[in-house]
């Protein structure tokens, strides 16, 4: 289906900001290479500080399937409609807090709720911990009377890969599939193929391999037989009558080859994909939401997209 190469010869001033933020994050990663797992975390709830406040969005902390959570409700939103939202950082950083502002802004350009998961993490909950907090979340929601198609996943990051594997997952339980998937920038392939890791390592202030390595040993809990399972890196996984999927990432971002990677197996499997890359943007870009230009544009992207799914 489709595929989009949205280029431009300057990057906004504004979309600078996450750069700058990922860049700062990993000199201090450097500085202090002793790191431990609560300086992690502290490190990467940042991420919500490139994401502008939505306006006329309001929240709400649950408990929903046995999982904490904040919903996103704009304003006039149709309640009956929900986005599950999986927060990216590796699987072992990240929050609802990190990510609710973004939630928000998805949310409200797609006119449904969204309820952000804060899942168990990893090193303390490996693979597949996540996974089954997103179907305890699924399976909630369908009881609670909300139907499988008015149910989208999303994510970014790590938390694209939960937002797609989760769906394996609710197929593997039987359970009647969602209607849409939206993955920024996943991080999928837990065997660190992709030309792009090397190719765009210069342009990416944040992704290297050794990063990703760290966060694989805790994901995999050092189970190495654990890289090629399907609902742990979906390129390996089966995408026969999977739903509508949309997929972005940034051109200067080392996952790049992850996203384009998914579109093509998901194409090779009839599903109805889409994937849009924005030259010159970091992993991730859509946080710069209500702050640059090319977020705000790809998420209007997004929205028209999902109303295609309406008709």
Request: proline share 5%.
């Amino acid at each position: 289906m489709n595929s989009m190469e949205q280029t431009s010869n300057t990057v906004s001033k504004e979309a600078d900001f996450l750069r700058a933020l990922y860049q700062d994050w990993s000199d201090r990663m450097v500085a202090n290479p002793n790191m431990t797992i609560a300086d992690f975390r502290s490190l990467f709830d940042e991420w919500e500080k490139p994401t502008l406040e939505p306006e006329g969005v309001t929240y709400k902390s649950d408990t929903v399937g046995g999982i904490d959570v904040v919903w996103a409700y704009p304003i006039g939103c149709d309640k009956s409609k929900v986005l599950i939202y999986t927060h990216g950082g590796g699987f072992a950083v990240g929050s609802s807090s990190s990510h609710r502002k973004l939630a928000g802004h998805m949310a409200k350009a797609l006119g449904v709720s969204s309820i952000v998961l804060d899942y168990r993490r990893s090193p303390e909950n490996p693979f597949p911990a996540q996974l089954e907090d997103a179907a305890a979340v699924y399976q909630a929601l369908l009881a609670s009377g909300i139907h499988a198609k008015d149910i989208g996943t999303i994510g970014d990051s790590a938390g694209g890969n939960l937002a797609v594997a989760s769906v394996l997952k609710f197929r593997e339980l039987g359970l009647e599939l969602p209607g849409f998937v939206i993955a920024f920038s996943p991080w999928l392939d837990m065997e660190l193929t992709g030309a792009t890791l090397e190719s765009n390592d210069a342009t990416d202030a944040l992704i290297t391999v050794p990063l990703l390595q760290g966060m694989i040993a805790m994901f995999t809990g050092g189970d190495s037989t654990k890289v090629r399972d399907p609902l742990a890196n979906p390129l390996h996984a089966d995408f026969n009558g999977y739903p509508p999927l949309y997929i972005n990432a940034g051109g200067a971002e080392c996952l790049l080859d992850d996203a384009r990677r998914l579109h093509d197996r998901a194409l090779a499997a009839g599903v109805q994909a889409t994937l849009s890359v924005v030259d010159g943007m970091q992993h991730v870009f859509p946080f710069l939401a209500g702050r640059a230009p090319e977020a705000d544009k790809e998420i209007e992207r997004i929205a028209a997209w999902y109303k295609t799914l309406q008709k």
